[in-house]
């Protein structure tokens, strides 16, 4: 068993544009693993405050690529991913997680932009670099991936097909610990199928965060990535097995209600969130306090009190190599949010996880399965008599039957029947966005000439002109209630089920809105029949 406190980092992101127009103060600095924030100066404080500083394990400073201990994206990858790769080859669990308040760089640091790739796809891009290094016909490897969201408290799997979907529920198994109850974990080859299902999985995200409310992403998302090594005996013909789960996890924003202006719904939304984030402040403050030898070292740990906690509860003080990546802004207006954050970092690092390499686990699972659903059938058969309370207690073995027979079946799964159902599922998930008027090239807006096409723009640069819908001769927009199915299915506030018209016509491209729908372009509302131009930009209802 390998002893080792979580590794803590803190990255600087660069002045955004509106920072730079304002002239905003600096007040982070970084020198070697030391991060020293400043107060802001003002007149009369000057003098009263000190500056603050905290040390951790990495301090990234990409501030501007102009300065000489410059942090770029490859960089931080490898300080931080390659460590992770290299314990998931020796069989160790993994983590990356990213914290900050919205905008400081979590999801640039985990996912980059455009050429600039960040931690997960450079993760991935390196896993099957080594394993064709690596791999022998006595040592094999398969991956599997899954990716969902936690939007709040409910999980989502993205990489589901079906468009009315349902959430997940979080269950844990006395074998398992933690798990999703029926999250696709789909087999993969090279980084191109990892690619190719990230994009369809953001592309889902992207649906979902437009249904949901226009301004940004708001949901932690974990992707997660499943090796399993196997080493065969050519002359014995034995085999042993090592499987190791890496979980990248990038978190909503941390912030306060006062400063992002929330109200009603986004509000309750932001509260759940904060909800969960908290639930992680508090799992890591009763962490570091176990681990400090202090007198609050065996209070209960709350992994229980969210989702996001419950499922990272490996990954926090258990069977895991676990990296924390703290973000945070160089603004002077961001310094409480910024001091929080550190604060939290600061904490994370006492926490202690015990990670062990995890040989031959799959054996030893579906024999212990196989032996719970003997036991539950005969608890099945001997649950006999009337009232409500033995129909209860039936009803839970059945349940509990069920979800472990699943589980055995899933495990017996050879690689090649996992294969076949991530093809299958691949098909059905094209087809659902094609159904939707969704393009489904693999990245990047890539349209085709000739053909009239919107996309969709989003606040958050990682969700911004990722869907592209074409447009038919006649296309019908409105909601999946409608009678006559739509061309564009929406959903949301102030979507009618059939609420608008566009129409290709010899002398361009028309909109109609119908029932007096909200419609606008160039944010002025339009009631009849209206011409389009390249460039214009359209919002449906409340916020598409």
């Avoid at 202006?261 to 890591?284: F, M, Q």
């Avoid at 001997?382 to 839970?396: L, N, Y």
């Avoid at 159904?435 to 096409?453: D, F, L, T, W």
């Amino acid at each position: 068993m390998a002893t080792d406190k979580i590794k803590v980092a803190v990255r600087v992101r660069p002045f955004n544009r509106r920072e730079l127009e304002l002239g905003t103060q600096c007040v982070v600095e970084m020198t070697g693993q030391q991060t020293i924030l400043q107060h802001p100066t003002s007149l009369e404080k000057l003098e009263r405050n000190k500056p603050k500083t905290f040390a951790f394990d990495h301090c990234f400073y990409s501030l501007s690529p102009s300065v000489e201990n410059f942090a770029s994206q490859e960089v931080v990858f490898d300080a931080l991913g390659r460590d992770i790769l290299d314990n998931a080859f020796q069989g160790y669990n993994a983590c990356i997680f990213a914290y900050g308040q919205t905008g400081s760089g979590k999801s640039y640091t985990m996912m980059g932009s455009g050429d600039n790739k960040g931690i997960i796809p450079r993760l991935c891009d390196n896993l099957f670099d080594m394993i064709a290094k690596q791999q022998s016909c006595e040592l094999t490897y398969k991956v599997e991936v899954s990716y969902m969201e936690i939007y709040n408290e409910k999980v989502h799997d993205l990489l589901d097909p079906k468009p009315n979907k349902q959430s997940l529920k979080v269950r844990e198994h006395n074998v398992l610990g933690p798990y999703v109850d029926g999250l696709s974990q789909l087999a993969v080859t090279s980084y191109q199928d990892i690619d190719n299902l990230m994009t369809e999985g953001n592309k889902s995200r992207t649906v979902a965060a437009t249904n949901m409310n226009s301004e940004s992403s708001r949901s932690h998302a974990v992707f997660s990535v499943v090796v399993t090594q196997t080493l065969t005996d050519a002359q014995s013909g034995v085999s042993g097995e090592k499987v190791s789960r890496m979980s990248l996890v990038d978190l909503a924003g941390s912030e306060r209600a006062v400063k992002t202006g929330a109200v009603g719904d986004r509000l309750k939304e932001g509260s759940n969130i904060n909800k969960s984030l908290t639930t992680l402040g508090l799992v890591i403050s009763k962490l570091a306090d176990q681990n400090s030898g202090g007198k609050n070292r065996d209070k209960f740990v709350p992994y229980r009190d969210s989702v996001l906690t419950w499922l990272l509860k490996d990954n926090l003080g258990g069977n895991s190599k676990t990296v924390m990546v703290a973000t945070i802004s160089p603004a002077a207006d961001n310094y409480e949010e910024t001091l929080s954050t550190l604060r939290y970092a600061d904490r994370a690092k006492r926490i202690v996880n015990h990670a062990v390499v995890n040989e031959d686990p799959n054996a030893r699972i579906i024999r212990e399965l196989r032996q719970e659903v003997e036991a539950l059938k005969e608890m099945l058969l001997h649950a006999t008599g009337q009232g409500s309370v033995v129909g209860q207690r039936r009803t839970d073995i059945t349940e509990k039957l069920s979800e472990s027979e699943r589980l055995m079946k899933e495990m017996s799964q050879t690689w090649e029947e996992k294969l076949v159902k991530t093809e299958k599922l691949q098909h059905e998930r094209q087809q659902a966005l094609e159904k939707m008027g969704i393009s489904v090239q693999a990245s990047g807006i890539q349209v085709e000439k000739n053909k009239y096409y919107l996309v969709n723009l989003n606040d958050d640069p990682s969700l911004n002109e990722l869907l592209v819908y074409y447009l038919k001769d006649v296309t019908l927009v409105g909601g999946r209630s409608a009678t006559t199915e739509q061309d564009i299915q929406l959903h949301g506030l102030g979507i009618l089920p059939e609420h608008c018209v566009i129409t290709i016509e010899e002398s361009g491209l028309y909109m109609s809105p119908l029932n007096g729908a909200r419609c606008f372009v160039n944010g002025s509302q339009v009631v009849v029949k209206t011409l389009l131009q390249h460039g214009d930009r359209i919002v449906w209802g409340n916020h598409h």
